[in-house]
């Protein structure tokens, strides 16, 4: 054989075994962590290679779900208003109370017995 031919055959099988390496190195490094970050239901992030867990907005705010950005801001200004109305005594609703405390028993046979 000539010896081009043997050269070509090299140059080739070493391009196509390169190939291979790069196919299934970009398998391995983006497609599959890819496809398990969504699988779980996950953000994925292809720019930095990152999985992210989205975080429900009414966890943040503190407003129930389903309330509007604009209802929710006019309820806790009405709500500040109020308390602002209240004055600065007022920041319960109802002033504290002690409960008053039981009467201790004075003789030993108002005591239960021990068990």
């Known amino acids: 054989m000539n010896i081009t031919i043997d050269r070509l055959k090299i140059i080739f099988l070493g391009i196509f075994a390169v190939a291979v390496v790069a196919i ?10 890819a496809k398990a970050c969504e699988r779980d239901q996950r953000w994925w992030d292809g720019a930095t ?6 975080i429900f907005i ?6 129930p779900a389903g309330v509007s950005r604009e209802d ?14 209240m004055g600065p005594n007022a920041q319960g609703s109802t002033p504290k109370v002690e409960a008053p405390k039981p009467a201790e028993a004075s003789s030993p046979a108002e005591k239960p017995a021990a068990k």
């Open 58 to 63: 009414p966890d943040i705010t503190g407003r």
């Open 72 to 85: 929710w801001s006019k309820q806790q200004a009405a709500k500040a208003q109020q308390r602002e109305r």
């Open 24 to 33: 299934w190195g970009y398998q391995i490094f983006y497609v599959w962590p």
């Open 49 to 54: 290679r990152t999985c992210a867990t989205p």
